[in-house]
T-cell receptor, first 108, second 113 residues
Framework: QKEVEQNSGPLSVPEGAIASLNCTYSDRGSQSFFWYRQYSGKSPELIMFIYSNGDKEDGRFTAQLNKASQYVSLLIRDSQPSDSATYLCAAGRGDMRFGAGTRLTVKP | NAGVTQTPKFQVLKTGQSMTLQCAQDMNHNSMYWYRQDPGMGLRLIYYSASEGTTDKGEVPNGYNVSRLNKREFSLRLESAAPSQTSVYFC????????????FGQGTRLTVV
């Protein structure tokens, strides 16, 4: 079992909808959490990071962290076709462990 | 400012051959990482180096060795390549170990036949 688990998807949403991506982690020592976006054939790039319980908003993106439930989520509001990519959740605790990623497709 | 540079971008090896993947960063980062990415598996950590002079095993270290040559460079060596090591390899760096984002190189697509 991976230390960071994600639903592999694929997740498909219509343009303009909210996309909800979820992630759980097993190591309670994890201190920081990251969401990366990866387009096909490209390197991962950071979207957001979160360290404290609660919500963190950045434009159309909101990250949510619940350390008691060991749960991290990413909401994408007003989804655009350009958001179609694989989204990787990562937990940092000295090293950085990634989930398998969720493939998101936003249909025009 | 190049960020994280990996070489080579593509490589085909025969089973049993050896090779070294090179990685260099110009951001003065302390931590460096090597990941492999296989379909449906996400990024799996092979080795990491929290600081110059230190290296630690990650999730899948078997069949690999690493060297943190200096603060800038972190190499990954396959001593005797196996078809199971066919993958895309990413090098990454971050300012410190825990709470800063990792920046990734462009990846190396390795095929072992």
């Amino acid at each position: 079992q991976k230390e960071v688990e994600q639903n592999s998807g694929p997740l498909s949403v219509p343009e303009g909808a909210i996309a909800s991506l979820n992630c759980t982690y097993s190591d309670r020592g994890s201190q920081s959490f990251f969401w990366y976006r990866q387009y096909s054939g490209k390197s991962p790039e950071l979207i957001m990071f979160i360290y404290s319980n609660g919500d963190k908003e950045d434009g159309r993106f909101t990250a949510q962290l619940n350390k008691a439930s060991q749960y991290v989520s990413l909401l994408i509001r007003d989804s655009q076709p350009s958001d179609s990519a694989t989204y990787l959740c990562a937990a940092g605790r000295g090293d950085m462990r990634f989930g398998a990623g969720t493939r998101l497709t936003v249909k025009p | 400012n190049a960020g994280v540079t990996q070489t080579p971008k593509f490589q085909v090896l025969k089973t049993g051959q050896s090779m070294t993947l090179q990685c260099a960063q110009d951001m003065n980062h302390n931590s460096m990482y090597w990941y492999r990415q296989d379909p449906g598996m996400g990024l799996r950590l092979i080795y990491y180096s929290a600081s110059e002079g230190t290296t630690d095993k990650g999730e899948v270290p078997n069949g690999y060795n690493v060297s943190r040559l200096n603060k800038r460079e972190f190499s990954l060596r396959l001593e005797s390549a196996a078809p199971s090591q066919t993958s895309v390899y990413f090098c990454a760096s971050s300012e410190n170990r825990v709470d800063t984002e990792a920046f990734f190189g462009q990846g190396t697509r390795l095929t072992v036949v």
